[in-house]
């Protein structure tokens, strides 16, 4: 089964996210969410970003009139990258291998 990536545009700082292996809450489908395999979590200059297994178990919905999902990951790492981004959404789905 192809995996599927949640890909979020932060400006947080990625140690603190990588340190609670969670990134604040995002609106994400519902009908992604249980296809949801990896996460994503790039800085806002497209240069660095944490790669990590979506733990869907611990993620978990906000109660706010968006229902945006607090992303938690496991085995996450920072790398570097150079990543655009078009427009205004922060959240985009990239499918793999």
């Given at each position: 089964?192809?995996?599927?990536?949640?890909?979020?545009?932060?400006?947080?700082?990625?140690?603190?996210?990588?340190?609670k292996s969670e990134s604040l809450a995002?609106?994400?489908?519902?009908?992604?969410?249980?296809?949801?395999?990896?996460?994503?979590?790039?800085?806002?200059?497209?240069?660095?970003?944490?790669?990590?297994?979506?733990?869907?178990?611990?993620?978990?919905?906000?109660?706010?009139?968006?229902?945006?999902?607090?992303?938690?990951?496991?085995?996450?790492?920072?790398?570097n990258c150079s990543i655009q981004f078009?427009?205004?959404?922060?959240?985009?789905?990239?499918?793999?291998?």
């Open positions: 089964m192809p995996k599927l990536a949640l890909q979020v545009r932060t400006n947080d700082n990625l140690l603190d996210l990588l340190a995002w609106v994400v489908a519902d009908d992604k969410v249980q296809k949801i395999t990896h996460v994503q979590i790039v800085n806002f200059a497209g240069t660095q970003m944490i790669e990590g297994v979506f733990d869907r178990n611990s993620s978990y919905r906000v109660d706010d009139e968006y229902k945006r999902l607090v992303v938690k990951f496991l085995d996450g790492h920072i790398i078009d427009g205004q959404n922060p959240v985009r789905y990239i499918q793999g291998n």
